[in-house]
């Protein structure tokens, strides 16, 4: 009986997570990140652009897996945030056959507006959430987050 109550429980939460996976790989809400924004910057662009701010200076190879790319292609992508004058590339620090992506100024500038807005979009979310639950769902899906980083089985 247990086993049936944790199995479930696991697919429920399973489901979730790829609802919120389906909501967050959407276009569209992309798009409406730029506009709340206020910036002009292609829709490919956008999570390289918020990723290598959270992460730089990050490899092209870590990012494109993170965004589920090929490395090529997001060698060419960070390129063009080079070309806008969004970000930067180097030799890594640790190996310097390794290029490392990071944000200029400008770019850092365009992350903060894109922060501001996403601030904006999360107060809707959370409007009728409590302080205390808040502060709990960060914690647990920190938690969750950092379990999943650190060692959870590849299959999902």
């Known amino acids: 009986m247990q086993n049936t109550h944790n199995v479930a429980r696991m697919r429920a939460i399973h489901g979730a997570i790829l609802d919120i996976m389906g909501v967050m790989n959407r276009p569209d809400r992309d798009d409406r990140m730029v506009e709340a924004a206020g910036i002009d910057l292609d829709r490919a662009l956008f999570p390289l652009l918020v990723l290598t701010g959270r992460y730089g200076p990050i490899g092209v190879?870590?990012?494109?897996d993170r965004v589920g790319r090929d490395y090529t292609t997001v060698s060419r992508q960070i390129g063009k945030l080079a070309a806008l004058g969004l970000a930067e590339r180097r030799a890594g620090r640790?190996?310097?056959?390794?290029?490392?992506?990071?944000?200029?100024?400008e770019g850092r500038a365009m992350l903060a507006r894109i922060d501001t807005a996403r601030d904006?979009?999360?107060?809707?979310?959370?409007?009728?959430?409590?302080?205390?639950d808040v502060a709990d769902f960060e914690r647990m899906l920190r938690l969750f987050a950092d379990a999943m980083r650190d060692g959870a089985p590849e299959a999902t």
Not at 61 to 64: I, K, N, T
Not at 94 to 105: G, H, I, K, N, Y
Not at 120 to 132: E, I, K, Q, T, Y
């Open 61 to 64: 190879v870590e990012l494109a």
């Open 94 to 105: 640790q190996d310097r056959r390794v290029r490392e992506a990071f944000l200029s100024e």
């Open 120 to 132: 904006r979009f999360m107060a809707v979310l959370f409007s009728g959430w409590s302080d205390a």
